[in-house]
Structures are given as structure tokens and as C-alpha cells.
């Protein structure tokens, strides 16, 4: 069993930061790319960030050099940096893990934690 467990989300004015974590356990026995997706209120759940077992990193355009994605493998943690927050990143944020086996990638999501910017 795999499990996701996110945290840090809360109430936040415009300009704030805030720092999510997603600690991942369970059968992981090795590094497996990460992401952080959001769904805004009426919108459709979106990729904001990724990291790869490498520990490259993509962003959506719209948290470029605003947001950080980051890893601690001894913790079996990722985390997401946000900071200069706008009220359009208000959104659940979820973690996502994809495991690729014989049988077919297998993807595993959080619960997700809320963020609300706003003033």
C-alpha cells in the first residue's frame, strides 16, 4: 500500500507564502518522479509542478519563479515553495506519484490540502 499524506495549506493574504509537504509511505522502494497539481473552484485540475527521479524540474507558466518544487528522499518527502501567492492560486492542491511496473503505471494521489489566498 502506498499512501500520500499532504499538509501546510491554509488562509493566506496576497503576497504570502506558504509551504506545502507530501510525505509518500509505503512499498517505495525506489525514486520515482513527483507532481504537484491544484484545481481551482470551477476549474479543472491542473499540473503546477514536477520533479523528476533526477530531480529536474518543470513549472506551469503561471508559478514560474514564484513556486519550488523540491524533494527530500531521506524523508520520502516533497515539497512545494509558493511564495508572492496571487488569489488565483487559490485551489486544493493534490501530491501525485505515478509507479510504472509490469502490470502498468500505477498513479497515487493525496487527499489534497487546501490554499486560499486571499485578503
Known amino acids: 500500500q502506498v499512501q500520500l499524506v499532504e499538509s501546510g495549506g491554509g488562509l493566506v493574504q496576497p503576497g504570502g507564502s506558504l509551504r506545502l509537504s507530501c510525505a509518500a509511505s509505503?512499498?517505495?522502494?525506489?525514486?520515482?518522479?513527483m507532481a504537484w497539481y491544484r484545481q481551482p473552484p470551477g476549474k479543472q485540475r491542473e499540473l503546477v509542478a514536477g520533479i523528476t527521479s533526477g530531480d529536474a524540474t518543470n513549472y506551469a507558466d503561471s508559478v514560474k519563479g514564484r513556486f519550488t518544487i523540491s524533494r527530500d528522499n531521506a524523508k520520502n518527502t516533497v515539497y512545494l515553495q509558493m511564495n508572492n501567492l496571487k488569489p488565483e492560486d487559490t485551489a486544493v492542491y493534490y501530491c501525485?506519484?505515478?509507479?510504472?511496473?509490469?502490470?502498468?503505471?500505477?498513479?497515487?494521489w493525496g487527499q489534497g490540502t487546501q490554499v486560499t489566498v486571499s485578503s
Open positions: 501525485n506519484l505515478v509507479i510504472s511496473g509490469f502490470s502498468g503505471p500505477r498513479t497515487y
Open positions: 509505503g512499498r517505495i522502494l525506489t525514486i520515482h518522479p
